[in-house]
């Protein structure tokens, strides 16, 4: 993300992480798991061609330095 509409983007998805980690944090029911509405607000900014090729490159980063992952590419 280094083009100035990626920075762009970068910025959205940092803005979505911090107001989901916020609502989880003061109990919204909708934002209980943080994780897969993280994920879900992401993928709609970024959508799904950029959301897999994301996923496959974690996996691959993941496998090469011994992590396992519950990724499902």
């Known amino acids: 993300m280094e083009r100035y509409d990626d920075m762009q983007l970068r910025q959205r998805a940092k803005a979505i992480v911090l107001e989901c980690t ?3 944090r003061y109990g919204d029911p909708t934002f209980s798991s943080l994780q897969d509405v993280v994920e879900r607000c992401l993928k709609n900014i970024v959508g799904d061609t950029c959301w897999n090729k994301a996923r496959v490159f974690t996996g691959a980063f993941c496998n090469q330095i011994g992590l396992q992952t519950s990724l499902s590419v």
């Open 22 to 24: 916020k609502r989880n």
